[in-house]
């Protein structure tokens, strides 16, 4: 083996250890965990949902707000934003009682809203529409959390989530000629987390949080190639989610 | 209409049924139970006009929000009610003519109904966060391009959340900040792309920034 490469490994083997070293060296500060589960809802899940195809074919310029329309002598029904329900795990790891990161793992779908009838075209002409939205995202924060005495923690942070989701959308033309879509992709969205934790034991927490999400996926083409239409569009992340839940942290506070 | 009274009497029911399960336990606490309060605020971007159509550039319209509030705590939960009334400050101007639009000006009254989480701090005050449905009964006047004005009048139900912070100042007095968002949009009210439908719908979505006095009865 040569000199050079001798020297090289023992760089790495003194950064391994070293990097085995100092969580022990961490420990001198307080360190504690929790887990924790909840439940929420995102209003407007999806953002406005829009595509190519709607914009180019429907002339709408903000998805589904732009698609709402009406008309005397025509049956129409407003078409709502996307209202989703979900829930999800989060683990902490807090330092020094002040600081934490914190990962979670959601899953989010859309249950109100998303559906109705409107009118598209020169001459009015009836289009039925359906949205739907699925979203796994695993959010990793770093921020302040600020006790209160032994009974109340306020937390600030902020971070970034692997999103994934599903976005679907289907069309129904006059009540004859069918488009749909299906979109699926990831996005790394911006995350801002506001949560309170209520400690009903030593341990054992009330919480409530509000995250806002920002961002979208790249370009995604369509994924349903049954009607013919090849659709492009963006899932887009941004919107905010309310969650209530319990957390149960491994040391008393 | 009759899908909207549906739901208005699905809400409705669900709030009584939330007022009665927080009324239980008012008896068995001592102090800071029942409060209303008094606010002003702030909503910017009213109409959401640059969502509506986004090729234009625009003067958004500022509200002014004059409300009360009524507050109800139960350990670490809370209800929270009331009415804010938005006044125009400034109309809605679009700057450039790609857009039918010339001023738009709206004023609404907001009825929210919020259920959350409340973190007290001692005798310090409390943090709260909820979230809940709101209803919008909003009128407005747009002044077309080369027109004449229409004047517009909606009902709304839409979504929303709310986080705020209490500071005590005297024994049954607190100042409270608040922030609240929601997510609301009538159905197209008038026609301003040239169609032969409606197509404009009055939007209250947005944040707002509340700052008021509430006062504990009991």
Redesign the interface.
Known sequence: MKRQDKMRRRIYILALIAFMVMPSALMAVTVNGAMGMYGGFAPSLGNDLQSAYQYYVYGTQSGVDGLNRAQDGYSTSAIERLIGFGGGIMFKLLLMDNYQFRLGANYTKSTLGGEGETLFGATPTTLECKYGFTMYDVPLTFGISIPFWKDIKIVFSCGFAYAYAKYTNRFIENSTTKHKGTFTGWGLPLVILIEGEYFITDRLALSSSLVYYRGSSKFIEDGSTSDGVTDYARINFTGYRYNAGVSFYFWSI | MR?FFSKTMKLGTIAFALLFVFSLPVTLLAHDIVGLGAHVGVHHDVGNLS?????ISLDPQNSLLVGFSFKLNAY?FFLRTGCDAAFVINRGNVLDGSDKIEHSSFSYLALPLFA???????E?GE?????GPAYFIGQGTIELDGGPSEDVETLSL????V?GIEFKLLKLIRLYIEWE?F?A?S??VMNT?G?????F?L?FSGHRILLGVIYYII
Do not use: I, V, W
């Open positions: 899908r969502n509506q159509n986004r090729s670490f959350g989480f409340r973190f007290p701090l001692k310090a943090f709260y966060m909820g979230a839409g979504y929303g959340f986080t968002y997510d949009r159905e197209p792309e169609g032969s439908y409606d197509n719908h939007d």
